[in-house]
């Protein structure tokens, strides 16, 4: 495999400094076109891309294709979303005997961003975190995914492609080859990098995390870590839809052979007959399940090692799982109860594949005490009624604070692109709980406000002039300002 050495990272680095500098006296409606471009090429990208992801990540054609066309969707929303300002959150105050006071968010500056092993296109490449970093003005370096190589140099020639289209230097783009860690480690620890999107295991994202802590100059690093994804089911719903969320439940957690960030691995319900009778509709519900082959040779190992550890644990018990085959893994489901789930820690940990366990609680109070020793997560699912909510609030109340998306009822798994998604929770799932990694408002990580004092009108930025001549939306004196 290439690999990108010490004098080609300067360059980079070099490089990056200068395509930051351009995006940044370019206008928002140019990089919003900048972004169409690089959309557009990407969309004309063939059955090469398709074949070569498939070829290394073993996910399947529907998958990557539809994958595909979100990476597309998402660098289009962004642009628009780019070309509003609305993310510019410009404020204007000034009035008699009052300074004025002008603010607004500009680019944080040069971004590195590190591929993801299960989402070849929308968060590797040409994924959400470069899209959104070159929306919000910063240039980009892409660290490789050792997992899909090919892949990611077809998805960045694409970029090139997009760039020369429009007329914009490469220095936009860098794109660093290899799968030492020594190249992300040497590039996060550059002083002229202001900002990492990663997206990987905890191990993973702790060590970038304290490379950027650490600089003379400390830098975000926005690292999306991992969860479990607790789905809680209430007595009220369990009663009356045992056997479709049997289902659900079983269809989500082997989804893409369990390969998401939001699969939904731990299961909480109160232990009576109802869950007897659901542990032996889960059971049934593994004699139809399908799994694939897992993304890499590597996510296999550490899965397999991770079933082998869950198997040794003496009060575990296996509540249904697919047949044993040499070349593809098993879907499995175990079952403990609460007190063991809290004794014994590895079952508090991810596990990265088709496996869920279900803890089986003596009372809503239990479970309260269970939910509150655990760690923060990306996605909490209550599986409930109305009046299950109604009469459990405190439960609620403590769960919305370990989770960064809640649901009532349906899956975790499916992330919609779209403002309102947070898809980032509280630490360790994410490094930073305040920003998410999906939907425009992921711009916000790579933006800093800065605020102009007493500046003549006609040298202020444009989008704080008093004749607003960007046509953008304000807050002018405590009022909302509509263009």
């Known amino acids: 495999m290439l690999q990108t050495n010490k004098m080609e990272l300067d360059i980079l680095i070099a490089n990056a400094e200068d395509g930051y500098k351009h995006l940044q006296q370019m206008s928002r409606k140019d990089r919003a076109e900048l972004m169409y471009s690089i959309a557009s090429s990407i969309e004309a990208l063939g059955d090469e891309l398709i074949q070569t992801a498939h070829e290394e990540t073993n996910l399947p054609l529907a998958r990557l294709n539809g994958e595909k066309a979100r990476t597309i969707h998402q660098w289009r929303l962004y642009a628009d979303v780019t070309a509003s300002g609305v993310l510019l959150d410009a404020r204007i105050d000034y009035g008699e005997g009052k300074n004025d006071i002008r603010k607004y968010n500009v680019g944080l500056g040069p971004v590195v961003v590190f591929g993801a092993s299960n989402f070849p296109f929308a968060f590797s490449t040409a994924g959400g975190d470069t899209a959104s970093a070159i929306g919000a003005g910063c240039s980009v370096i892409y660290k490789e ?112 052979c369990g390969q998401f960030c939001t699969n939904p691995g731990i299961l909480f319900l109160l232990k009576n007959e109802v869950s007897e009778n659901l542990k032996q509709l889960i059971k049934q519900e593994f004699g139809s399940v399908e799994v694939g082959h897992m993304l890499h040779e590597g996510i296999r190992k550490s899965y397999d090692k991770s079933l082998d550890l869950l198997n040794s644990t003496v009060v575990a018990n296996v509540v249904g799982s697919t047949a044993e085959s040499r070349d593809l893994p098993i ?30 609680c003596d009372s809503i109070s239990q479970m309260e005490d269970i939910i509150s020793n655990l760690a923060g997560q990306l996605t909490i699912t209550f599986a409930a009624t109305k009046q299950d909510i109604q009469q459990n609030l405190t439960l609620v109340d403590l769960v919305k604070n370990k989770c960064g998306r809640l649901l009532f009822n349906g899956m975790p798994t499916g992330v919609e692109v779209v403002y309102a998604m947070q898809h980032g929770g509280v630490f360790p799932s994410s490094t930073d709980s305040r920003f998410t990694s999906v939907g425009p408002d992921a711009m916000k990580r790579f933006l800093r406000p800065i605020s102009f004092q007493n500046w003549p009108d006609t040298l202020l930025p444009l989008e704080l002039q008093n004749s607003n001549p960007s046509r953008i939306e304000r807050i002018e004196n405590n009022k909302r300002i509509l263009p």
Not at 175 to 185: E, I, K, L, M
Not at 332 to 349: G, I, P, R
């Open 145 to 256: 995914h050792s997992a899909h190589p090919r892949t990611s140099r077809i998805m960045a020639k694409a970029i090139y492609d997009g760039l020369k289209a429009f007329g914009a230097p490469n220095e936009i783009f860098g794109y660093a080859s290899g799968n030492s860690h020594d190249v992300g480690q040497s590039l996060v620890a550059n002083p002229k990098i202001k900002a990492v999107a990663f997206t990987g295991s905890f191990q993973g994202g702790m060590a970038l995390f304290k490379i950027g802590a650490n600089r003379p100059e400390p830098i975000p690093v926005f690292a999306e870590m991992g969860s479990l994804n607790p789905v809680i089911a209430m007595p009220e719903f369990l009663q009356s839809n045992t056997t479709n969320f049997a289902k659900e439940y079983i269809a989500s957690l082997t989804m893409g």
């Open 331 to 360: 879907a499995v489901v175990y079952s403990v109860n609460a007190t063991d789930f809290l004794k014994f820690k590895h079952l508090q940990e991810e596990v990265f594949g088709p496996c869920g366990v279900i803890v089986e």
